[in-house]
């Protein structure tokens, strides 16, 4: 599990079939494979939950805050997610594109053609700034930078095998860099949500929706609660989607067959129109394209929550205050639910395609699932379209390395970036980049 923890999951799964118990490091873990035990798992009731989600995940705490929705349950989980809710309204979000293209176009703007960057860091800082923008307006603009470094220093903490952890707050500690980043965000979004309570306007980011959103029963989220859901929807809104939008360049220039396609209908399409939400909407085969990354390439490897009573699975009992886990990797790479597993192949999200297999219900999970779905992956969805169809029509790359290995267990990172040579890139012709704000 320390040295190649994504084969040691195949693996158990193997070996094991769909149910096994392990121990590592004095902890005791049941691992679920399959559709099924993402079900069992995921499609729980949110007033009567027979699983848990915070003492597993509160490895998370040091970044996302002890009062952040993925680490709350029960009653606590529904209020905070039905207040945060109405900030990612599909019609909100849709006002967030001419953000999204314009901080790729600013990213590519950067790119010198012959040179070779890391496209990994690249769309990384680029995703870390459409988060901070489509989350917080323009004003916390200029500390873009410092809330990316902080919060990349408590990321890289927390995405180390819980197994090689050390959470205790001692000098020198990782745990103590990562506690101490996260305080210095703390700070500024503190600031911010003063001034914003001391001059309310509508500003039209998700910071106004969670200080205005309120529930039925007159109910709103404290300004310790909207400090957590600002900085976890920004960690969770960078870390995941520019995992994604790293191995979306390395799935895309790996497969020059795909690509074309690709460019073929952003070209139909788009044409050299700026992107619009209808665009982005229209492409059929990206989306495709985009359901195969994140389900190969599946930004969480593997998630738990702990029973709180006990459970029946595939004949066996997993007594209360067990941890219980599955596996998104392990799942999306089963033959039984995705043919030729390991093959890279949009059609088979075509419909229309002849071999077209309606997917298993829970068997494509990068999102999870049941009432405690990922909140962010429309805007997740919408990010990966804006920056593949201003990659496919912007540039001319080539990958610089034979192939990237994943790294991270909280998030499968490519390790060592995705090195690419820039051939060319295209100015945008319909575009006046300089009417941007810096
Ligand atoms: C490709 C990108 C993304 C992936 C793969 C992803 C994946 C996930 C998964 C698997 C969960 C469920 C965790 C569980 O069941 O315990 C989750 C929850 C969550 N995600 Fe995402 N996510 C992505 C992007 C985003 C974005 C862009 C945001 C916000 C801007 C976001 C915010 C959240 C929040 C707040 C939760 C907790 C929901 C709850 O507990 O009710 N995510 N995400």
């Given at each position: 599990m320390l040295g190649d923890p994504y084969q040691a999951l195949l693996e158990l799964n193997e070996r094991y079939g769909e149910v096994c118990k392990f121990g590592v490091a004095g902890q005791h873990y049941v691992m679920l494979f399959g559709a099924e035990a993402n079900r069992l798992l995921l499609d729980?009731?949110?007033?009567?939950?027979r699983f848990l989600s915070r003492d597993v995940l509160s490895l998370l705490i040091p970044v996302v805050?002890?009062?952040a929705m993925v680490v709350s349950d029960g009653h606590e989980h529904r209020r905070r997610r039905s207040l945060v809710q109405p900030a990612f309204a599909y019609r909100r979000l849709q006002r967030y594109v001419p953000t999204m293209t314009a901080e790729v176009e600013r990213m590519l703007s950067a790119w010198e053609p012959g040179s070779t960057v890391d496209a990994f860091a690249a769309v990384r800082s680029c995703i870390r700034r459409i988060a901070i923008r489509c989350l917080?307006?323009?004003?916390?603009q200029e500390h873009t930078d410092v809330i990316g470094r902080e919060l990349e220093t408590a990321l890289h903490y927390i995405n180390r095998s819980p197994f090689l952890r050390f959470d205790h707050d001692l000098p020198g500690t990782g745990y103590r860099k990562a506690v101490a980043a996260r305080k210095r965000v703390d700070d500024l979004v503190r600031a911010e949500i003063d001034q914003r309570r001391a001059e309310p306007q509508d500003r039209g980011d998700v910071l106004e929706a969670l200080l205005t959103s309120c529930t039925h029963s007159g109910e709103r989220l404290s300004d310790l609660e909207v400090r957590d859901q600002v900085i976890s929807l920004i960690a969770s809104g960078y870390d995941s989607s520019s995992s994604a939008a790293g191995w979306a360049v390395y799935a895309l220039l790996s497969r020059p067959e795909v690509y074309a396609r690709v460019r073929a209908e952003v070209a139909r399409v788009a044409?050299?129109?700026?992107?619009t939400h209808a665009h982005l909407e229209a492409m059929d085969y990206v989306g495709w394209t985009i359901k195969e990354i994140l389900r190969l390439h599946t930004p969480g490897v593997l998630t738990g929550r702990t029973a709180v009573e006990d459970v029946e699975f595939a004949g066996h009992t997993i007594p209360a205050g067990t941890k219980v886990l599955y596996s998104q990797y392990v799942t999306h790479r089963m033959p039984s639910l995705f043919p030729d597993p390991l093959e890279f192949r949009p059609?088979?999200?075509?419909?229309?395609?002849?071999?077209?297999r309606e997917p298993v219900p829970y068997s494509w999970v990068p999102f999870g699932g049941g009432y405690r779905h990922c909140i962010g992956f429309t805007f997740a969805e919408l990010e990966l379209r804006a920056l593949i169809a201003e990659l496919a029509r912007r540039t001319e790359l080539t990958l610089a390395v034979d192939s990237v290995a994943p790294v991270g267990v909280a998030t499968m990172w490519p390790k060592g970036g995705v090195p690419v040579t820039v051939g060319s890139v295209h100015p945008p012709r319909s575009r006046d980049l300089a009417a941007e704000p810096a």
């Open positions: 729980d009731s949110p007033k009567r939950p805050g002890s009062c917080f307006g323009e004003r916390l044409g050299d129109e700026p992107l059609e088979r999200w075509d419909p229309s395609a002849p071999d077209y």
